[in-house]
């Protein structure tokens, strides 16, 4: 049977460790092209038999996933000393064994950045879902009209670049602004975003009924509306990566940015982000860049659940140097459309429980780690120790995920519109189906900022 992508670095890792045995395969480097052909990159100088014997045995294991010019680097070879002292190298826990890797891609770079800590005041939501029509827009027009409503200032983002959602819902004609958050993005490509453009790129609702405030940045604005023709050239330019003075800027360092921008406590209490749905690069963004209290919705359904499994097994193969305790305790599940009866809603929530057992024992794998002093040219993450407990470095009972929240299902927002239905806003009206996810920001905030109650 060939060898498929998956099996891969199982296999190089296996044929390495055979030979060098486990601790020279995890002072190397495995490097992994945009094609997903492997190489592996030793961090000491071999023997040329020992060279020529394991380029032999890695090109015949893994077959068209070996690397053509080089399939084995000795230390000493050129361009060895730059991939061994590469920092962005992970280190990644496989079955059997733990390897450092720099994983090459086009797309998709960004879903392998760590996650960032928690961002400063203003606190900062994500709402984020696998697939859309569960709910994850409207929740977010909710949340920001209760905040509002208790006479707070909300910032509301549109990350859904592809599927715009909140400028119909939070704006009308009268306060939709000139330019969106696809502008944004381009413009950004060609010069520096000034203050003068950023003030027209938002727009205040009027669903804040006088009380509080909500601003609104849409993924289109007026500009884009008029000039329909241009909206899907501008969509094909929006991801790409920016070079300034030397510095390459991704999708995720963009929105960072562009978010950091308004993140300004004197002028928000709360920055609700509507990110795109599925694993699209946004939302790497989203969920990694933003430091943000991250919300995933999904339906009691397959679907949901793969989706959570791929996210999250994803995550638990990387050491992010101690950051998983404290990103873990900023995701919370939640399911939409939920039924309203208890028993029917607690198979969602030991199918996330069950996901969590099963993926989260990734999370404590190969993280204990020593300091040593290795020769400047060797890969600069330390080696593992396995004689350290995973407990000393990161202790069980802070990798605990919140709780899942649940949505009742209400059929009165089902094809949500406020700009027809204003009463869907009225706070008798949304609390209680939206109660619990209401608490949750609430809670989230009271720290930073005095919540009327």
């Avoid at 996933?65 to 084995?72: G, I, S, W």
């Avoid at 308004?262 to 599925?278: K, N, V």
């Avoid at 793969?306 to 995701?331: N, T, V, Y």
């Amino acid at each position: 049977m060939s060898i498929k992508f998956d099996d891969s670095l199982g296999v190089l890792a296996g044929c390495v460790a055979e030979v060098l045995g486990a601790d020279q395969l995890m002072c190397g480097v495995v490097l992994r092209d945009s094609t997903g052909r492997l190489a592996f990159f030793s961090s000491v100088e071999l023997d040329q038999d020992v060279v020529n014997a394991l380029s032999d045995k890695l090109s015949v294991a893994l077959g068209p996933y070996a690397r053509k010019d080089r399939v084995l680097v000795n230390s000493t070879d050129y361009g060895a000393a730059s991939v061994l002292g590469n920092e962005s190298a992970l280190r990644v826990q496989l079955t059997h064994h733990k390897i450092s890797l720099i994983d090459l891609r086009i797309a998709g770079a960004d879903w392998l950045r760590a996650p960032v800590t928690q961002a400063p005041p203003p606190s900062r939501f994500v709402f984020s879902s696998i697939k859309g029509g569960v709910g994850r827009s409207t929740s977010l027009a909710v949340v920001a009209a209760e905040l509002a409503g208790r006479g707070l200032r909300v910032l509301a983002v549109d990350l859904d670049i592809e599927a715009p959602g909140l400028g119909p819902i939070l704006l009308n004609e009268d306060t939709l602004p000139e330019f969106g958050l696809l502008d944004a993005l381009v413009e950004n490509g060609i010069s520096p975003l000034d203050e003068a453009f950023l003030a027209d790129i938002i727009g205040p609702s009027h669903l804040s009924y006088g009380k509080g405030r909500i601003d609104v940045i849409p993924v289109l604005g007026k500009r884009s509306l008029n000039n329909p023709a241009e909206v899907l050239a501008k969509i094909a330019r929006a991801y790409n990566e920016n070079i300034v003075d030397d510095r390459v800027d991704t999708i995720l360092d963009q929105i960072k940015s562009l978010i950091d921008s308004f993140s300004d406590p004197r002028r928000y209490d709360a920055i609700l982000i509507d990110a795109r749905a599925g694993l699209h690069e946004t939302t790497a963004s989203a969920i990694l860049g933003l430091g943000a209290e991250v919300f995933l919705f999904g339906l009691d359904e397959p679907q949901t659940f793969q989706g959570f499994k791929i996210l999250l097994a994803h995550m638990a193969r990387f050491d992010f140097d101690g950051i998983p305790a404290e990103w873990l305790s900023r995701f919370t599940f939640i399911q939409g459309k939920a039924p309203s009866e208890l028993g029917a809603r607690q198979s969602f929530a030991e199918q996330c429980q069950n996901l969590f057992t099963e993926v989260g024992s990734g999370f404590r794998k190969g993280l204990a780690v020593v300091d040593v002093e290795l020769e400047e040219e060797v890969f600069h993450n330390p080696p593992w120790n396995d004689d350290i407990s995973d407990a000393e470095v990161l202790p069980s009972e802070d990798l605990q995920l919140s709780e899942p929240l649940f949505i009742l299902f209400d059929p009165r927002f089902s094809g949500f519109n406020p700009q027809k239905q204003p009463d869907l806003l009225s706070n008798g009206v949304y609390t209680s189906s939206y109660g619990q996810l209401i608490d949750k920001v609430i809670s989230s905030i009271q720290v930073e900022t005095e919540v009327p109650l």
